[in-house]
C-alpha cells in the first residue's frame, strides 16, 4: 500500500524520520513528537503507519535497547525497568518476552557490580549503611531477594 502525503506531511515525514533515526523511540514517544507539532489526527495516523510499515519505528526494538543501555548505565533492575516500559505505553507481552530475555547469571553480575562498589562508599553506622543500601537499590528497581542477600555483605 503507497500513500500519498501533502507537502507539509512530507516535511513533518522528515523531521520524524530523523527523530527515530537519532535513538530508538517507542510509538508513544514519536505521537507525542507529532502532536507538538501540531500534526492533525489523520496525518498522525498517516505518519505513524509509514514509519511502523518501514520498520523505523518498532516498539520490541526499543524495549531491547532500552533495557540494554538502562541495566548497565542507568544501573536499574528488572522492577524499574518494567515500570518505566509500562509508563512508556509498551505492550506488556513486549516488556515481559524482553525481561525473560535477560539472562540470569548476566543480571546478578550487574548487580554484584554495582553492589559491590556501592558498598565500598556507604558511610555512617553499620544501621545507617544497611538503610541507605537498601534504599538505593529498591529506588533503582533490584529485587528484595537481591538486596537482603548481599546486605550481608555490609559491616
Known sequence: MHT????????????????????????????????????????????????INNDLLNDERFVKFFIQGKLRIKKWGKIKLKYELK?????????????????DDEYISYFEEFSSNKIKYLKGTLDQKKRSFINYFTYRGWENELIYQKLRDIN
Open 87 to 103: 509508563s512508556r505505553g509498551i505492550n506488556y507481552q513486549i516488556i515481559e518476552t524482553c525481561i525473560r530475555d535477560i539472562h
Open 4 to 51: 500519498s502525503f501533502s507537502k507539509e506531511e512530507k516535511l513533518i515525514l522528515e523531521k520524524i524520520k530523523s527523530y527515530c533515526q537519532y535513538q530508538e523511540r517507542c510509538i508513544k514517544e514519536v505521537k507525542k513528537k507529532l502532536y507538538t507539532l501540531k500534526t492533525s489526527t489523520e496525518s498522525t495516523e498517516k505518519i505513524m503507519s509509514f514509519l
